[in-house]
């Protein structure tokens, strides 16, 4: 199983940017996916989750700014992101619990990071 992640860059404050995150391989089903973000010196931490019925959570210092949403059929998980800030500056992960197998459990899984920097 891989997360492919894209979509990240250089934006000035204020603009907009969407990342994405498609799964692959061999999956039986995937249950919560979401993003995460690690800024330089600091934790990991998470900006939002998405269940696969579609319901979402939000990083307090996210909410109202960032969407994520989800593609089930195409294991696709994006996070529109508006309004950067600079503070928004991090490595984004994508992450996804999948099952493999029937009857087995979820692990999680991690894309590669894409780095989103806000600077003008």
């Known amino acids: 199983v891989q997360l492919q992640a894209s979509g990240g860059g250089l934006v000035q404050p204020g603009r907009s940017l969407r990342v994405s995150c498609e799964a692959s391989g061999s999956i039986f089903s995937i249950g919560v996916m979401g993003w995460y973000r690690q800024a330089p010196g600091k934790q990991r931490e998470l900006v939002a989750t998405?269940?696969?019925?579609?319901?979402?959570n939000y990083a307090d210092s996210v909410k109202g700014r960032f969407t994520i949403s989800r593609v089930n059929a195409k294991n696709t998980v994006s996070l529109q992101m508006n309004d950067l800030k600079p503070e928004d500056t991090a490595v984004y992960y994508c992450n996804a619990r999948i099952s493999t197998t029937w009857g087995w459990g979820y692990d999680d899984y991690w894309g590669q990071g894409t780095q989103v920097t806000v600077s003008s």
């Open positions: 998405v269940s696969s019925g579609g319901s979402t």
